[in-house]
Nanobody, 128 residues
């Protein structure tokens, strides 16, 4: 079983940048599709981005497309979420998740149930 640990959250001003990391322990993350999700106060957890095991394929929510970039370094067993031009509405707890069943139909990648392992989250606060 793989354990996922997010880091890199914090307080950032609107228009600024932040890079989140998702590291694995227990088992390698390199064979998993990995997604980032977020949950704002009082809201449901929502999909942000996903990346295939090789990094060749990515998929983004419309709300972050063009501002956020998901990437991975399988040598270091880490997946990143580069957040640029952040907005106050990006304020949330960000979670990474691992999917063992590979890169599936794009529509499936945005569902929480498509992922098997979850981290504890890292908080991102964007001030206006």
């Amino acid at each position: 079983q793989v354990q996922l640990v997010e880091s890199g959250g914090g307080l950032v001003q609107a228009g600024g940048s932040l890079r989140l990391s998702c590291a694995a322990s227990g088992r390698t993350l390199s064979s998993y599709t990995v997604g980032w999700f977020r949950q704002a106060p009082g809201e449901e957890r929502e999909f942000v981005a996903s990346i295939s095991w090789s990094g060749a394929y990515t998929y983004y929510a419309d709300s972050v497309k063009g501002r956020f970039t998901i990437s991975r370094d399988n040598g270091n067993d880490t997946v990143y979420l580069q957040m640029n031009s952040v907005k106050p509405e990006d304020t949330a707890i960000y979670y990474c998740a691992g999917r063992t069943t590979g890169w599936g139909p794009l529509g499936s990648l945005s569902y929480l149930g498509a992922y098997d392992y979850w981290g504890q989250g890292t908080r991102v606060t964007v001030s206006s």
